[in-house]
């Protein structure tokens, strides 16, 4: 009996054996089965280069992608012909919808781990920084009107220390909402929001800066960067077989150099057009102005002057051989040449903020930031070149171009600032005596200037 029993459990054994190396070979053979099918899916899923793309589907993108373009760009003139404010109203809303669509692509895994109050955190920062930036800005541009306004001299003289206090609740109020478990994440998140505030918020700030400036200085980085964004297309659509980087796989070496080259041409003849027009070189005198309006400035920046450039030897022999004509000297305004090196940053630096656009969307696992145009994908698509072009070209622009004169609020402000009440009278007083000896005005201000010595005696 011990003998039969050992040699049924020894078959029994021997049975389960061959059962576990079948199910093994099984598992082995669908994981390499899945593993196969995955790898063909990754493969068939691989970008190909526009000009490796079938005719017919590269040819409907093109026509989508055009049509949509030529609708933004028309949507582009007239907002802007319509006046200085609504050009400001309008970057101000895309910002707010880049923003939305930054942080909704986070606000989802946030959403899923339950992470509370996110969404909300980040609706306030963005606030708290569009009244921070905004304000610098209204006060810097406008101090004539702000510091002689009862209700709002406090807030633009308190307004840095306002803008600390309101960021300071934020902080307070996310640090004390924090929860064991979520730590990571909800750092994670704090760093995001930031990261969508400086990239986007605070970049397109100086875009609005811009405009006040002059619209040229809004207008010119726009629409180089879109020049360039068109031709790295068309380029690549017909000629593009080199890749260039492996974030952004359908960009190619041919688009980005036929991209550059047309971009420094274009740029110079675009700047000659606009540089002629009063309402797009002016800085701004009144937000209500439109481009039917009369719009002047006088002195005018230096750079919209042309000046004639005498033309080096062999260049002008090279002219004479093909057009029989001999051309000493061109005429070229500062401005042009300005447009050359802002359109070099708009070819070899702004396509970086495209880059990295496009690492975000590898990283989230998503092929657009949204749907809403389409051809393009999200405003983020079209947009993530612009905002680092705009803050180029502020930067440049008060370093190289910008005309620093004293101005009626720069003064106001001063007087305001750092005089008392009566030393504000004396200079009154004798800034009206100066006037009465110049014979610039009559002695009628006496009747103000006893007004104010009665006020401040009261």
């Known amino acids: ?13 021997k049975l389960f054996e061959e059962t576990d190396k079948k199910k093994t070979s099984e598992a082995s053979s669908s994981h ?24 017919a589907t590269k040819w409907r993108n093109m026509g989508i992608r055009s049509f949509t373009t030529l609708l933004m760009i028309s949507a582009f003139f007239f907002v802007l012909a319509s006046g200085y404010i609504w050009s400001i109203v309008a970057v101000m809303t895309l910002t707010v919808l880049v923003y939305r669509e930054v942080i909704y692509i986070a606000y989802v895994p ?24 905004h304000g610098e800005s209204i006060i810097y541009y406008f101090k004539e009107i702000v510091m002689i306004d009862a209700v709002l001299l406090p807030f633009a003289t308190h307004h840095r220390f306002i803008s600390f206090m309101l960021y300071v609740l934020g902080f307070v109020f996310f640090v004390t909402n924090l929860k064991k478990g979520g730590y990571q994440s909800q750092i994670a998140q704090f760093g995001w929001t930031h990261m969508a505030l400086f990239l986007v918020v605070v970049q397109s700030h100086f875009i609005i800066d811009n405009i006040l400036e002059g619209l040229i200085w809004f207008v010119m980085p726009v629409s180089l960067v879109v020049i360039n964004d068109i031709f790295a297309y068309i380029c690549g659509f017909f000629w593009g077989k080199t890749p260039l980087i492996q974030i952004s796989p359908k960009k190619t070496v041919e688009g980005f150099v036929g991209a550059l080259l047309c971009t420094l041409v274009l740029g110079f003849c675009i700047t000659s057009v606009l540089m002629q027009s009063n309402y797009l070189i002016c800085p701004v005198q009144d937000l209500a102005a439109s481009a039917w309006s009369n719009i002047s400035c006088e002195p005018k920046n230096p750079v919209f002057t042309a000046a ?13 051989l093909t057009t029989f004509q001999d ?42 930031f949204g749907d809403t145009i389409p051809g393009h994908g999200g405003l983020t698509d079209r947009m993530d070149c612009q905002f680092l072009m705009g803050f180029f070209a502020h930067v440049y622009y008060h370093s190289f171009i910008k005309m620093y004169n004293v101005s009626v609020g720069t003064i106001l402000a001063l007087v305001i600032n750092n005089l008392s009440q009566r030393e504000q009278v004396e200079l009154l007083a004798r800034l009206n005596m100066y006037l009465e000896n110049q014979d610039i005005m009559s002695s009628n201000i006496d009747a103000l200037l006893q007004k104010a010595h009665n006020l401040l005696q009261g």
């Open 327 to 368: 051309i000493r000297e061109i005429w070229i305004a500062p401005v042009q040449l300005h447009t050359v090196i802002m359109a070099c940053f708009a070819s070899l630096i702004a396509p970086v903020g495209g880059f990295f656009a496009s690492a975000v969307k590898r990283a989230f696992k998503i092929k657009d």
């Open 308 to 320: 004639a450039w005498r033309l080096p030897s062999i260049i002008r022999y090279l002219i004479k």
């Open 1 to 13: 009996m011990a003998k039969s029993k050992k040699k049924s459990s020894t078959k029994l054994d």
């Open 110 to 133: 946030a959403k899923d781990k339950n992470l509370k109050w996110f969404k909300t955190m980040s609706w306030y920062f963005l606030i708290t920084t569009e009244y921070f930036l």
């Open 32 to 55: 390499e089965k899945e593993t196969s099918s995955t790898t063909r899916q990754v493969i068939s899923q691989a970008p190909v280069l526009l000009a490796a793309e079938k005719a």
